[in-house]
């Protein structure tokens, strides 16, 4: 995978091996996050659903009703909003679409919070500076 200059990376980019799956990496996020702040960002956090086989004619209805190709693993609406896409720890196992990329940069634009992280352990980091630092009260 070749990582963007322009979104902020978190993790070791220089890291090689055996690591787990990103939906593994995920679901560890998300049930780490909701034990952590169970009435606030474990309420609010989501992943958008936009992967899988679809026919022609359910991509299309799906899309009409709101689905973004390309969404981030992790969205927490707030402001600004926390956006990142997750991936495996050994970042070369994984890839990144044009149109993930696509939402990443419009995402920046819009003034979100934006990164790309290389495993559960680099998306806490990322969402502990965001909720430390960016997040306005």
């Not at 780490?32 to 309420?43: A, M």
């Not at 022609?56 to 899309?63: D, G, M, N, S």
């Not at 926390?82 to 991936?87: A, R, S, T, Y």
Request: net charge neutral; hydrophobic share 45%.
């Amino acid at each position: 995978m070749n990582l963007p200059p322009d979104i902020p990376i978190w993790g070791n980019v220089e890291f090689r091996g055996k690591c787990p799956a990103e939906a593994l990496e995920q679901v560890t996020f998300f049930a780490r996050l909701r034990r952590s702040f169970p009435n606030s960002y474990g309420l609010l956090a989501l992943h958008p659903r936009n992967e899988g086989m679809r026919t022609h004619l359910q991509a299309a209805k799906e899309k009409s009703e709101g689905m973004v190709t390309g969404a981030t693993d992790i969205v927490i609406p707030a402001r600004p909003a926390f956006v990142c896409e997750l991936k495996r720890r050994d970042h070369t196992l994984s890839r990144l679409a044009k149109e993930q990329l696509a939402f990443l940069r419009a995402a920046k634009a819009a003034g979100a919070y934006t990164c790309i992280a290389l495993g559960v352990d680099a998306a806490w980091e990322a969402f502990m500076d965001w909720e430390g630092n960016h997040v306005e009260a």
